[in-house]
């Protein structure tokens, strides 16, 4: 018997009318909830005027403030560990996640037993969508302790029947022989690690990554994944198909993945949270149509412990409507950069996922790796960018090649770039989330 094509059939591919009435239908109760259990959207919600039972319609909840993920720290600051947020009784807390808290200090995220089962369900979605099936044996090369990128995947893994490779970030060695010793063919890792663990399998190991019969990376924690360069040379160091996911600590682990279409992430949760998409700037809702750009908001549908109303991601994604040939019927999108890592050069924005992959369209006379230089703050950058990237050992024709990215950087992004060829092998790699801005003014 072949399995089946979806791993929730009624929820995958329900026609988009019925999405909005379950839509409105869980936001008005979630609203409720929200509104008696959590004193901060309490207090929010009467600062703005405004209370649950205005919402008749999804379009209504445009009405209700943003959250942002300032205040979330705020309130874990006042009433630690989780905030004036949580909604749930500590007795009914069964764990609790810190967000990767790459700025600042980290914050935490608790689930509820519902909260888990709903993040099983969304998970269990998106590895599906990429092919995860009862047979497939799975290598994990996430970090596993803390991140909402570690157990929650694993629990999806398992509630699929596939079989489960604990094995993590910062055991290169281990995770190349487990992968050999188990038959794994599938790894889920980010993008900047792939890349990594292709050229030490390489380089230390003298193996050749597409034998280690890896048919599928799972990849996500940072854009990377859909930019078609990066793609390309992962699929083919590995011999494999990448397809990418997305989520958000706060939110859902993972709510967002593709099929193999690779045509962007379809929205898996939309039982679970309700998105909206925004002009950055202004705040002003933008339509979901067919390549429209703005920055994802989500509210939670249904969440005990920690739920958010209208949080703005920070992530900057396009969207696509139109019909995907696998039949799933919500919106697909994909994140072109967040918002603390975008440059504003002269008023053109640019994101360094962005500058890496109109890079990687020059190799293989650069190795694909780069470093942006900020020598102040961001997000305002006086040009030209500083930029370093890894030349590919070429023994002559480096003032040339300096010259064609320059000028490939201002014909694609429209900015002007001053760089600086380095050494291949001379830039750090990454396990986790890859760091493409150096900040010299931080010393
Ligand atoms: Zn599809």
Not at 126 to 141: L, T
Not at 163 to 179: E, H, M, Q
Not at 292 to 319: I, M, N, S, W, Y
Not at 331 to 352: A, H, K, Q, S, Y
């Amino acid at each position: 018997m072949p399995y089946p094509r979806y791993y929730d059939a009624e929820i995958e591919a329900m026609p988009a009318l019925e999405i909005r009435r379950l839509q409105l239908q869980r936001l008005q109760r979630q609203l409720d909830y929200v509104y008696a259990c959590s004193p901060f959207y309490r207090r929010k919600f009467d600062a703005a005027g405004v209370k649950p039972g205005d919402v008749r319609h999804l379009e209504d909840l445009t009405a209700f403030p943003f959250t942002n993920k300032d205040e979330l720290r705020a309130s874990q600051a006042t009433a630690p560990p989780l905030g004036e947020h949580c909604a749930a009784q500590p007795k009914d807390i069964i764990r609790i996640h810190s967000s990767s808290g790459t700025t600042g200090r980290p914050s935490y995220v608790g689930i509820t037993r519902a909260d888990r089962d709903g993040w099983i369900q969304s998970v269990a979605r998106v590895h599906w969508s990429q092919g995860v099936r009862p047979d497939s044996v799975v290598a994990m090369g996430f970090g596993m302790s803390f991140f909402v990128g570690g157990l929650p995947l694993h629990d999806a893994i398992e509630e699929i029947g596939a079989t489960f490779i604990p094995v993590g970030t910062g055991a290169s060695d281990r995770l190349l022989s487990a992968i050999q010793d188990t038959r794994a063919n599938m790894l889920l890792c980010t993008p900047s690690y792939a890349t990594y663990l292709a050229e030490y399998a390489r380089e230390r190991l003298s193996l050749a990554p597409d034998s280690l019969g890896i048919t599928r990376i799972q990849s996500g924690a940072e854009p990377g994944a859909g930019v078609p360069a990066i793609r390309q040379r992962i699929e083919a160091d590995w011999g494999c198909t990448l397809t990418e996911g997305i989520g958000n600590a706060d939110l859902i682990p993972v709510y967002a993945a593709e099929c193999d279409e690779k045509s962007g992430m379809h929205f898996l949760a939309p039982d679970m949270l309700l998105l909206e998409l925004i002009d950055p700037d202004s705040g002003e809702p933008i339509e979901f149509t067919e390549g429209a750009k703005g920055e994802l908001v989500a509210t939670h549908l249904q969440r005990e412990c920690v739920p958010l109303v209208r949080f703005r991601t920070r992530d900057h994604v396009v969207v696509w409507t139109d019909g995907c040939p696998c039949g799933r019927s919500g919106v697909r999108l994909r994140c072109v950069g967040r918002t603390d890592d975008m440059l504003i050069l002269r008023g053109v924005n640019v994101f360094p996922s962005a500058i890496k992959d109109v890079v990687m369209s020059l190799r293989p006379r650069v190795t694909g790796e780069i470093q942006i230089v900020l020598e102040q703050p961001g997000p305002r950058v006086e040009p030209p960018l500083r930029i370093r990237v890894e030349h590919n050992n070429s023994t002559s024709g480096l003032e040339t090649l300096t010259a064609e990215v320059e000028s490939t950087l201002r014909e694609k992004l429209i900015f002007s770039a001053a760089v600086e060829l380095v050494a291949p092998g001379a830039l750090p790699r990454y396990e986790m989330k890859a760091q493409l801005i150096h900040r010299a003014y931080e010393g």
